[in-house]
């Protein structure tokens, strides 16, 4: 199943519908809001990059000016789904082609009767290209008049973010605006040229801001009149000349089959490198596809200076910040079927080094700290202060920004995980092995000896598990933190043997003398990793302490758990907000045996709050459900990531699509259901469980440049 369709006009749902709805082509996204507006829409374009100043969030993604706006005027009535009559309504995303339709059958309040047919799709082929079509099919003689306008009137939910530098109109049917961020001084130039069915000239109003061409037209029974909106699109992060871009990019279509066959081509290409299908299993099958599509068009092809945000550009939510969501989740859908992707996102981490190691150096550590929220520069962007669950004028401290220092050995892991996939030897030396080495540093400067335990490890951090804040010594983080530095002191031992003169240099600017590396070696051989004999990991010193709860005595609820005990209380009770301990063992399976797992899976699995928790959990658990054997407890754990944007399940999808749940499913699929595992040597294999339904899996994969196809079941 290739298309995501909806059937009937919901006013309730629109702003879950515009997440999903989502278009987008790597350089920017456009939610699915309607041409025409609609009251309490979320209407946004985010551009990648274009950022400006915002209280409380530091930065945030500037929705760009809209691009999208047209008025069609039936007889003097304006179209708008808030009035009238809807006679048929089907709107329907292509996920192959990246097409958003949407056809409407309307009677105006004076009885007029029109079909409407909406396409657009924002250009693959060139990503400064976006089109729209509008074809009206009158039931009625009389007259049609199209207003097509870009609109800098915008905002980012209140906070207005563009100035209006000039406007005009450049021909008959091309008129532009060029605006600028009030703080960032990014400059964003649009161009809009119009081709009409019909040969009447267009009207040009020059209204501030909102440069608009109108046309009217007669409209006859049945006979089709169409209006094509092509609109070129830059920025001064693009081009020093981001007007003249924008023009020449709306200049240059020959007409929309031209512009669609373009589309069409790349799309098909995009997919021959990351095709899932599941034979028996629609739903999940959609999933996985819409999951790929939203990352895909959210993916940065041509701009390395940019990362995805935890929402994608799909939504105000997390204002276009990144978070360790790229590394662990989105990261290995691209390092696996488009590493040229991935390596942007990579070198992006790479150019915020300097953010990073000036992180960790005002904090007096060495190294390279990554900020837990990241934006344009790599500076820490987490809000220090957000309204309360329970009382929304009081505020809550936010401590991730200054306490997840897992963000950096996640950061290392993807590079790592990049050398290892792709075996892109001279990529790793030029940038991989100086983010894992850096981020040693890091960890090896910010390891405290702890005399009462023998070792060493972290205080005073924050671990995937989030309801849990101050806590000692995190699973997660101390056995990541250890993997980093091992990898880092394996990493320069290659460097030495294949790229001494980069060795040198690295030793040389990072300073890593022998001393120093003799002291990374003993942290990593001394960390304090918290297993019981049994196998079983405290979670964090003295979790196995805490308060312990059944989940199932709150059920049926529709909060998490951090909203039910509060912010403060969630800390003294065994409850997860997402899974902590597993992540690690599922990223490093060659550290553990199965029967740790096994144990650990028991242990936490209860205690993790699946439902309202975070939206990173449940791809997880599916995978390591599916590593066990657990095929039923896999699917039902999948099928629930599945639904948080398709059925927003979590009652949130309309701040924006969850990105690193859209790469999880994918890796649930591949890693879990599909079983795929990759060795050191660069050999793979499967070990596929399906859940009992499904009849046939098949994927592709690329390792070392070489793609593969996976089928499993039925053929
Ligand atoms: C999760 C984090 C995640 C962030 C952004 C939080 O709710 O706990 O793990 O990085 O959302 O998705």
């Known amino acids: 199943m290739w298309t995501l369709d909806e059937t009937s006009f919901d006013p309730s749902k629109q702003r879950h519908k515009e997440t999903i709805f989502t278009i987008g082509n790597g350089y920017l996204s456009t939610r699915g809001a309607f041409e025409e507006g609609h009251s309490g829409e979320s209407r946004a374009t985010f551009v990648h990059g274009v ?426 983080t101390n056995i990541l933190a250890r993997w980093n530095i091992e990898t880092a002191l394996e990493t320069l031992t290659w460097l030495e043997h294949h790229h001494p003169q980069r060795a040198a240099e690295l030793k040389e600017t990072l300073n890593l003398t022998p001393e120093r590396l003799a002291h990374w070696q003993d942290v990593a051989a001394r960390m304090i990793l918290n297993v019981r004999p049994d196998g079983l990991i405290e979670q964090f010193d003295g979790f196995f302490r805490l308060k312990d709860v059944n989940l199932a005595d709150y059920e049926p609820r529709t909060k998490s758990m951090h909203e039910i005990f509060g912010i403060e209380a969630a800390n003294h009770y065994q409850v997860l907000k997402q899974p902590d301990v597993l992540m690690a063992l599922y990223l490093l399976p060659e550290r553990f045996t199965p029967e740790q797992v096994r144990i650990n899976y028991d242990y936490y699995t209860p205690r993790t709050d699946h439902t309202y928790g975070s939206s990173l959990g449940p791809s997880m658990q599916a995978i390591v459900a599916c590593q066990m054997g657990d095929v039923d407890e896999a699917y039902e754990h999948f099928l629930h990531a599945a639904r948080a944007d398709l059925r927003d399940v979590r009652g949130n999808a309309g701040d924006g699509i969850h990105a690193a749940s859209a790469g999880g499913i994918w890796q649930a699929v591949v890693f879990g259901f599909g079983g795929l595992r990759i060795h050191p040597d660069g050999s793979w294999e499967t070990h596929p469980r399906l859940p009992s339904h499904w009849k046939n899996l098949a994927f592709r994969f690329t390792l070392r440049g070489q793609q593969h196809l996976v089928t499993v079941g039925e053929a």
Not at 112 to 119: D, M, N, Q, V, W
Not at 152 to 178: P, S, Y
Not at 204 to 216: F, K
Not at 223 to 242: E, Y
């Open 51 to 476: 950022f400006d100043a915002a209280p409380i969030v530091f930065t945030e993604l500037a929705n760009a000016p809209d691009w999208l706006s047209l008025q069609v005027v039936l007889d003097g009535e304006k179209f708008s789904l808030a009035q009238g009559e809807v006679l048929e309504y089907h709107r329907q995303l292509d996920l192959r082609t990246g097409v958003l339709t949407r056809r409407v059958r309307w009677k105006s309040p004076n009885g007029k009767i029109a079909e409407l047919r909406f396409e657009r799709f924002a250009s693959l082929h060139d990503e400064h290209l976006l089109a729209l079509r509008c074809q009206v099919t009158p039931e009625f003689e009389g007259e049609i008049e199209w207003r097509a306008a870009l609109n800098a009137h915008v905002d980012n939910e209140g906070l207005r973010h563009w100035n209006v530098t000039r406007q005009g109109r450049k021909n008959g049917q091309t008129v532009w605006l060029e605006t600028i961020t009030r703080q960032s001084s990014i400059t964003l130039a649009l161009a809009m040229r119009l081709l009409s069915s019909h040969s009447a000239a267009f009207d040009y109003w020059d209204a501030e801001g909102q440069p608009t061409l109108c046309q009217r037209v007669p409209a006859r029974p049945g006979q089709t009149i169409t209006l094509t909106k092509f609109v070129g699109i830059a920025t001064s992060r693009d081009s020093d000349h981001p007007l003249v871009l924008a023009l020449e990019s709306a200049a240059r279509p020959q007409g929309w089959e031209a512009a669609l066959q373009a589309q069409t081509q790349a799309w098909a290409r995009e997919w021959e490198q990351c095709e899932v299908s599941i034979a028996g299993d629609e739903e999940a099958e959609l999933a996985v596809r819409f999951s790929l599509f939203q990352l895909l068009i959210a993916a940065p092809r041509h701009d390395n200076r940019v990362n995805i945000g935890a929402k994608t550009l799909s939504g105000f939510g997390y204002r276009g910040h990144a978070f360790w969501d790229t590394e662990i989740f989105m990261l290995p859908v691209f390092t696996f079927t488009a590493p040229h992707i991935a390596r942007n996102l990579l070198e992006y981490r790479h150019l915020t080094l300097p953010a990073a190691r000036e992180k960790a150096r005002q904090a007096g550590y060495e190294g390279a700290w990554f900020a837990w929220e990241s934006a344009d520069t790599g500076e820490e962007v987490t809000p220090t202060w957000v309204p309360d669950f329970h009382d929304k004028k009081k505020l809550a401290r936010v401590w991730t920004g200054d306490l997840a220092i897992h963000i950096s050995a996640d950061v290392a892991y993807g590079a790592w995980q990049y050398w290892r996939i792709t075996g892109q030897d001279d990529w790793y030396a030029r940038y991989g092995a100086e983010l894992v080495l850096d981020t040693a540093k890091f960890f090896a400067s910010r390891a405290e000896w702890l005399e009462e335990r023998g070792g060493y490890g972290y205080r005073d951090v924050i671990g995937p598990d989030e309801y849990h804040d101050h806590v000692d010594n995190n699973a997660y």
